[in-house]
């Protein structure tokens, strides 16, 4: 099948052409022919499928007719999340290159005025999250009645983040009379509802989700004690890694990326993070350093990364395994794309078993270990470790009574803190030692060549928050006095 087939207008199809693309994605192929014919579309695909497209393309094409009016615009597209939002807009800037529409961007984080005078002016497709639409319509500043088509993307995602009151409400004001194109990447009861309720019969488009993972993409396990040597683990990937441009890290948890993010720094790497609870400013901030290559690291989490684009990543680690096995081929979708070369490295511990099988299970392939190091080595890797400590005559601890020891000692569970004593101290630098000397064994004079901006030379752990004091820290404090230090004066 060719875009030719789709009934695009020359204009678009010039314009697909020059992205690139030889072919359309099976959503693309199913969506297209009905949205152009102005039918409902109920399309069930996640992000990494080509649904933009699918509902961009048509769009531009039937958008050629017609003319946006002053604060009434002619097509409404809701994102949950302001990156998603601009992103979307990015996909109108490239496939609309020979139209000329007008887009507006109505999301939060960013000010009124300007976006005010683009509606003003009259937009063709207004691209926005619910909140700061609802916010412009409730100042008068927006209509809502020349809306002819409507897009409601990423449905299942606006549901987590309680944005489906905003819909309905916001399907209300929409006139009965446009046609409605719908995307989930799931199903649950709520969003059934919501398609019952607002869309008028649909054609259903359902494409499988990606389970298959490029043959550009090396893949790799790497075998880590959990907890505290994990980072150490992944700072020994990230310097040893060959052909590295940038990387993306996931973690399962906002919690830990922040975390990570901080060690990451404080370590001289030059990384950003994208969490849920950053601000948006921040978020885009770190977003556009990681594009632009100003940072060459970004730490996420699968909900801030889920839906971003952002091309040409040559390495992916996974820091934590993904609980749901959909995430692996996502997250590590990220790299090798277009046919170019990619690594992803996942680190695993002996308790993340069962995902590993499940992710192999999904791909339909095992993934090898990194020198092939698997988790029989790192449990030789613990015994030595354990011997090597003075402490042997201890007995092993479980992790639970490891950390209630270590809170009754004041220690804190800081994983690059020099750790002082005590089984899980030795684990690290042994298993350290044995993974470079393999490595060093393996290619000994091909690490001059290989393109690696972090040097091994300081691997020192950071104490504390290192040579930054925050400058909090810093201003002087005046104590109120109290009545007891008032009568010692
Ligand atoms: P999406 O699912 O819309 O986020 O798209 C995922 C990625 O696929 C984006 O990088 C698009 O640029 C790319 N893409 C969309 N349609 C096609 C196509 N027909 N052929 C190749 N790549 C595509």
């Known amino acids: 099948m060719t875009f030719n087939e789709l009934g695009l207008s020359a204009k678009v199809l010039q314009a697909v052409e020059a992205s690139g693309y030889t072919a359309p994605t099976p959503i693309q192929a199913e969506a297209i022919p009905i949205a152009l014919a102005g039918r409902d579309v109920l399309g069930i695909a996640q992000t990494g499928t080509g649904k933009t497209a699918a509902f961009t393309l048509p769009m531009l094409s039937r958008l050629e007719q017609g003319r946006a009016r002053a604060r009434m615009p002619r097509t409404l597209i809701l994102e949950p999340t302001r990156e998603l939002a601009a992103q979307v807009e990015e996909a109108f800037s490239r496939y609309g290159i020979n139209h000329k529409l007008n887009v507006a961007l109505l999301i939060g984080g960013v000010s009124f005025g300007d976006q005010e005078a683009k509606i003003t002016r009259g937009a063709d497709i207004l691209i926005a999250t619910p909140g700061r639409l609802l916010d412009f319509f ?12 409507l897009v409601i993307d990423e449905a299942d995602r606006m549901l987590d983040m309680g944005f489906i009151p905003d819909i309905e409400r916001i399907c209300k004001l929409v006139p009965f009379t446009r046609q409605t194109l719908f995307f989930s990447a799931t199903m649950p ?35 880590s004690a959990p907890g505290p040597s994990k980072r150490e683990t992944l700072r020994r990937l990230i310097r040893g890694a060959d052909s590295f441009k940038n990387a993306i890290i996931f973690c399962n948890r906002k919690r830990d990326v922040a975390l990570l993010h901080k060690s990451l720094l404080k370590h001289g790497f030059n990384a950003g993070a994208l969490h849920g609870d950053m601000d948006q400013r921040a978020r885009m901030a770190s977003l556009e350093a990681f594009k632009t290559g ?28 993904p609980v749901h096995a959909e995430d692996y081929v996502h997250r590590i979708g990220r790299t090798g794309r277009a046919g170019k070369a990619g690594t992803a490295l996942t680190i695993v511990a002996p308790i993340d078993k069962k995902h590993v099988a499940e992710i192999e299970k999904l791909i339909g392939k095992s993934i090898g270990w990194l020198d092939g190091a698997d988790f029989s080595s790192l449990r030789a890797d613990d015994e030595a470790a354990a011997d090597l400590n003075s402490d042997s005559a201890a007995k092993p601890l479980s992790p639970r009574t490891a950390r209630r020891q270590r809170g009754r000692r004041g220690e804190s569970e800081r994983p690059d803190r020099a750790p002082s004593h005590g089984r899980e101290s030795g684990r ?14 393996r290619k000994p004079a091909a690490a001059a060549h290989r393109s690696r901006p972090y040097s091994d030379a300081d691997d020192s752990p950071v104490v504390g928050m290192g ?3 925050p400058m909090f820290l810093l201003r002087p404090v005046r104590l109120k006095p109290t009545k007891a230090t008032e009568e010692q004066e």
């Open 294 to 321: 100003e940072v060459d690291l970004i730490v996420c989490s699968d909900v801030a990364a889920r839906g971003l684009d952002i091309p040409d990543v040559s390495h992916v680690f996974n820091f934590d395994i």
């Open 428 to 441: 690290a630098p042994v298993q350290e030692i044995a993974k470079e000397s393999s490595r060093g064994q």
């Open 467 to 469: 040579d930054h004091t």
């Open 189 to 223: 009861p709520e969003i059934t509802r919501l398609t019952e309720a607002f869309l008028h019969q649909p054609a259903r488009i359902e494409v499988a989700p990606p389970s298959s993972t490029a043959s550009t993409i090396t893949q790799a396990l790497v075998a």
């Open 138 to 149: 409730e100042r008068g500043k927006l209509l809502l009645t020349g809306i002819e088509i």
